[in-house]
């Protein structure tokens, strides 16, 4: 088993693009039209599970690592929903951007260049978010067994991702990436896609157990994404640690 699970191709790729993380039109924009339903789908999850108080900063106190954070895209929303955020990222440049971002809009949160096996600290965290980062990494088990040493027992691991199945090679490569262009060719590697059964398995055997997990679809029509029953392409787990 490897001790290390940056993908240096996956981490170049990403680098060369870094300073559109913020660009709604930009190279991510999938990502931003994402945004909305991966925050509220967060939010929701983390008060109902710890019975916070629903007002304007109900995730306060919460401690989140957001990894793979790229951009903070995610990061900023869960520390103005008040939680104390750590973002971590194995690209430099998407820290950079990170921090700069955050800077400029006078929010504190700790950015770090690093990936779950070498990244110190003393802290256990409330809640962990993998989101869209699996499918990008070397060795998923490591890096998972890796991720669970970070959380506390009784917290949160939200990890979204894309199914193995001929309908994600058709819609999320295929479709995504030569079709509509809506995505960098190359983007994706279905090889490196996770069924959930797969996934479930492995964070067993690091003490999560699964809670739910929802499918993630995309309506062409409204343009906007929702939660669904429908796992076949993008689906998000939550995993309790035991």
Known sequence: MKNNTINKEEIEKFSKIAEEWWDPKGKFKPLHKFNPIRISYIKDNVVNTFNLRRNKQPLKNVKILDIGCGGGLLSEPMKRLGAEVVGIDASQKNITVAKLHAK???????????SPENFKTKTKFDVILNMEIIEHVDDVEFFLKKCSNLLRKNGIMFVATLNKTLK???????GAEYVLNWLPIGTHDWEKFVKPNDLTNMLIKNKLKLDSLDGMKFNLIKDRWSISNDKSINYIGKFIKN
Do not use: D, E
């Open 168 to 174: 994600s090679y058709l819609f999320a490569i295929i």
């Open 104 to 114: 400029k809009n006078n929010l504190k949160i700790k950015y770090f260049c690093a």
